[in-house]
């Protein structure tokens, strides 16, 4: 885990150059930079040995390994076009955003954050690929300098491969086996996705801030001149329920390969992860109720259970049968913790 013992602690910048001379190191252009959070030799120019033996999987094969280092998030996604007819080739292509701000009114002087646009690469409905940029104000996918970041399954490895591209410069910034290791567990890509596969946050519905059945992200929450309102990958984007669908087959993809891992040999290996990962909730996740906040007053919240431990897990992966838990909260009760402590959504103040 991180020094203080949560996930996630890791805050990305719009644009921020996380990587870049961390440890002194000078990155380079036009190649493979290695960026491991946690360990002593984590931040240096890969050799290309090093890219032919541990990178397999679609991002690699098709445009690193190939020596392109395409600088924007459409460049990566053009890149990945040219290949679409190949074996390797992930030509299926689904476009999400998710956007805290979406739902607050556009104004001149209000700073609402990024918003996320994800697009999801494959076969059919199978994922293979995720490409992820965070847009601010007047940003696009053609904008250089957009912090843009890539995971991408490795077929013959079987694990996630983390990558990002910051100031001009590719980083590779581990795999999935390092989310178990203690030297890089709870540090880089494995802070937000702490057990080695995406993490949602809002998994299930109704997916208060993505768009999605219940809450669009409508061309309305951009500015009338932001370029991303004409933008193909936006207008083209799709329901978060189906992104679920794309996140669960990872996620399970993912969890196949590293129980087979973990079990391959005479002893269990990170036994305890997997408690924890269970029994406890080691990652921020988020789910909203559905009552209204006006009427909360005098009504009973109901909690997750999922906050608490991981009820899915327990019962369609493991089949423990769980008694029916419900944990309430009494409305009052929210109300004045959120007043206490000032909850809400709202612009950020740019002055």
């Given at each position: 885990m991180?020094?203080?013992?949560q996930?996630?602690?890791?805050?990305?910048g719009i644009?921020g150059a996380?990587?870049?001379?961390?440890?002194?190191t000078?990155?380079?252009?036009?190649?493979?930079?290695?960026?491991?959070e946690?360990r002593?030799?984590g931040?240096?120019?890969?050799?290309?040995?090093?890219?032919?033996s541990?990178?397999?999987d679609?991002?690699?094969?098709?445009?690193?390994?190939?020596g392109v280092?395409p600088?924007?998030?459409?460049?990566?996604?053009?890149?990945?076009?040219?290949?679409?007819?190949?074996?390797?080739?992930?030509?299926?292509?689904?476009?999400?955003?998710?956007?805290?701000?979406?739902?607050?009114?556009?104004?001149?002087?209000?700073?609402?954050?990024?918003?996320r646009?994800?697009?999801?690469?494959?076969?059919?409905?199978?994922?293979?690929?995720?490409?992820?940029c965070?847009l601010?104000?007047?940003?696009?996918?053609?904008?250089?300098?957009?912090?843009?970041e890539?995971?991408?399954?490795?077929?013959?490895?079987?694990?996630l491969h983390?990558?990002?591209l910051?100031?001009?410069?590719?980083?590779?910034?581990g795999?999935s086996?390092?989310?178990?290791?203690?030297d890089?567990?709870?540090?880089?890509?494995?802070?937000?996705h702490?057990n080695?596969?995406p993490?949602?946050?809002?998994?299930?519905?109704?997916w208060v801030?993505?768009?999605?059945?219940?809450?669009q992200i409508?061309?309305e929450?951009?500015?009338?001149?932001?370029?991303l309102?004409d933008?193909?990958?936006?207008?083209?984007?799709?329901?978060a329920?189906?992104?679920?669908?794309?996140?669960?087959?990872?996620?399970d993809?993912?969890?196949?390969?590293?129980?087979?891992?973990?079990?391959a040999?005479a002893?269990l290996?990170?036994?305890?992860?997997?408690?924890?990962?269970?029994l406890?909730?080691?990652?921020?996740?988020?789910?909203?109720?559905?009552v209204?906040?006006?009427?909360?007053e005098?009504a009973?919240?109901?909690?997750?259970?999922?906050?608490?431990?991981d009820?899915?897990c327990?019962?369609?992966v493991?089949?423990?049968?769980?008694?029916?838990?419900t944990?309430?909260?009494?409305g009052?009760?929210?109300?004045?913790?959120?007043?206490?402590?000032?909850?809400?959504?709202?612009?950020?103040?740019?002055s």
């Amino acid at each position: 885990m991180t020094d203080s013992g949560q996930f996630p602690t890791r805050k990305l910048g719009i644009g921020g150059a996380l990587a870049l001379k961390a440890d002194g190191t000078e990155p380079r252009a036009g190649a493979v930079n290695q960026h491991i959070e946690g360990r002593a030799d984590g931040t240096r120019v890969m050799l290309d040995t090093e890219v032919a033996s541990l990178l397999h999987d679609p991002f690699a094969v098709l445009v690193l390994r190939r020596g392109v280092f395409p600088l924007t998030a459409k460049a990566v996604l053009d890149e990945l076009d040219k290949h679409n007819g190949e074996p390797a080739g992930v030509p299926d292509s689904a476009s999400f955003m998710v956007f805290e701000g979406s739902q607050i009114p556009v104004t001149a002087d209000g700073d609402r954050g990024g918003a996320r646009l994800v697009v999801v690469r494959g076969r059919g409905n199978a994922p293979e690929l995720m490409v992820s940029c965070l847009l601010g104000p007047k940003d696009s996918t053609t904008t250089p300098g957009v912090l843009v970041e890539v995971l991408s399954w490795d077929p013959d490895n079987r694990t996630l491969h983390f990558y990002q591209l910051q100031s001009g410069q590719w980083f590779w910034c581990g795999q999935s086996d390092m989310s178990a290791d203690a030297d890089t567990r709870g540090r880089g890509p494995f802070d937000s996705h702490v057990n080695g596969y995406p993490l949602m946050k809002e998994l299930k519905t109704p997916w208060v801030h993505w768009h999605g059945p219940d809450m669009q992200i409508s061309p309305e929450a951009f500015a009338a001149d932001d370029p991303l309102r004409d933008d193909p990958l936006f207008t083209a984007r799709r329901s978060a329920y189906e992104f679920e669908d794309r996140v669960r087959e990872l996620i399970d993809r993912w969890n196949t390969a590293r129980f087979d891992k973990m079990t391959a040999g005479a002893q269990l290996t990170h036994g305890q992860i997997v408690a924890e990962q269970i029994l406890a909730s080691p990652a921020a996740n988020l789910t909203s109720t559905n009552v209204p906040w006006v009427s909360a007053e005098g009504a009973q919240l109901t909690l997750p259970t999922t906050f608490f431990f991981d009820e899915e897990c327990l019962v369609s992966v493991l089949q423990i049968p769980v008694d029916p838990v419900t944990l309430q909260m009494v409305g009052a009760r929210y109300k004045a913790l959120a007043e206490k402590h000032d909850l809400r959504v709202r612009n950020r103040d740019t002055s």
